[in-house]
T-cell receptor
Framework: QQQVKQSPQSLIVQKGGIPIINCAYENTAFDYFPWYQQFPGKGPALLIA?????SEKKEGRFTISFNKSAKQFSLHIMDSQPGDSATYFCAATNTGNQFYFGTGTSLTVIP | GAVVSQHPSRVICKSGTSVKIECRSL??????MFWYRQFPKQSLMLMAT?????????EQGVEKDKFLINHASLTLSTLTVTSAHPEDSSFYIC????????????FGEGSRLTVL
């Protein structure tokens, strides 16, 4: 059973656009929701994370929107750049336990 | 953020040999480390959870005698692929959680294993 569902599988945007990646979860015990960025041949790197006590978190051009009642969270990348082209994974965990990952979104930002 | 070092980044070996991959947490104590396998353009597949000083917990379908995991200290876990075969060729990634502090998960750089 997929604990975290991620969409879309791939995304292509023009430079300056705002790609949005969505994730949904079922387990209400999850209390930590990170996003990871992975470049080819590299391990994932923590990009930004949110806890359910807030509905939005911004770090630079990256924003997480969190909807606790809908059990959904999304990543928005403002003013996207070609260097943002990567695969993005959402995840969820009940702190201290196993992390559950989405299936990944391959983002391509066209110059 | 915290640093997890994984070595080697690339390894090529002959079929039938064993390969060891090391994962170190450089600036925090990792009570738990996770080992993942990733196929091209796919998500992370959890292989096992490794707790310091105890036996690793393997996910269903992962052969514990094939993929030996040792977590001898709070900063080091190793994955040994025994009697490797071409189908074991993959990208292996370790991660560690700073459970005692933030609960965040940090990944190593990954190890590309190619078995000839």
């Amino acid at each position: 059973q997929q604990q975290v569902k991620q969409s879309p599988q791939s995304l292509i945007v023009q430079k300056g656009g705002i790609p949005i990646i969505n994730c949904a979860y079922e387990n209400t015990a999850f209390d930590y929701f990170p996003w990871y960025q992975q470049f080819p041949g590299k391990g994932p790197a923590l990009l930004i994370a949110i806890r359910p006590d807030v509905s939005e978190k911004k770090e630079g051009r990256f924003t997480i929107s969190f909807n606790k009642s809908a059990k959904q969270f999304s990543l928005h990348i403002m003013d996207s750049q070609p260097g943002d082209s990567a695969t993005y994974f959402c995840a969820a965990t009940n702190t201290g336990n196993q992390f559950y990952f989405g299936t990944g979104t391959s983002l391509t930002v066209i110059p | 953020g915290a640093v997890v070092s994984q070595h080697p980044s690339r390894v090529i070996c002959k079929s039938g040999t064993s390969v060891k991959i090391e994962c170190r947490s450089l600036d925090f104590q990792a009570t738990t480390m996770f080992w993942y396998r990733q196929f091209p353009k796919q998500s992370l597949m959890l292989m096992a959870t490794s707790n310091e000083g105890s036996k690793a917990t393997y996910e269903q379908g992962v052969e514990k005698d094939k993929f030996l995991i040792n977590h001898a200290s709070l900063t080091l876990s190793t994955l040994t692929v025994t009697s490797a075969h071409p189908e074991d060729s993959s990208f292996y990634i370790c991660s560690a959680t700073d459970r005692g502090h933030t609960g965040e998960l940090f990944f190593g750089e990954g190890s590309r294993l190619t078995v000839l």
